[in-house]
């Protein structure tokens, strides 16, 4: 069973930078895609960066590409997006997931292990 546990959360303001964390246990060789979902306050989830555990293919959502950046250490199973130039429609509670599962990575139905969320808060 994969555990993951996200931090690095907050209130920036707009064109700030934070870098959140997940940490994964349980974590095994058959994990092929980790990834970053966010979801607003009525709204549904979305995927805003994914990773392949078996090598270093990226996918990102068109809102984010260009300022957030994913990326892992492996030696420490954990996976971060780091986040620049932020704005207030990135306010949302991001989630950290992993899958063993092959489908669009960045859709939520792919994924099959979750993180509890941190909030994130951008204000202008």
């Known amino acids: 069973q994969v555990q993951l546990v996200e931090s690095g959360g907050g209130s920036v303001q707009a064109g700030g930078s934070l870098r959140l964390s997940c940490a994964a246990s349980?974590?095994?060789?058959?994990?092929?895609?980790m990834g970053w979902f966010r979801q607003a306050s009525g709204k549904e989830r979305e995927g805003v960066a994914a990773?392949?555990?078996?090598?270093?293919?990226?996918h990102y959502a068109g809102s984010v590409k260009g300022r957030f950046t994913i990326s892992q250490d492996n030696a420490n199973n954990t996976l971060y997006l780091q986040m620049n130039n932020l704005k207030p429609e990135d306010t949302a509670i991001y989630y950290c997931?992993?899958?063993?599962?092959?489908?669009?990575?960045?859709?939520?139905?792919?994924?099959?292990?979750w993180g509890q969320g941190t909030q994130v808060t951008v204000s202008s």
């Open positions: 997931a992993a899958t063993s599962k092959l489908g669009p990575v960045l859709m939520a139905a792919t994924y099959e292990y």
């Open positions: 990773m392949s555990t078996r090598g270093r293919a990226t």
């Open positions: 349980g974590y095994t060789d058959s994990t092929y895609w």
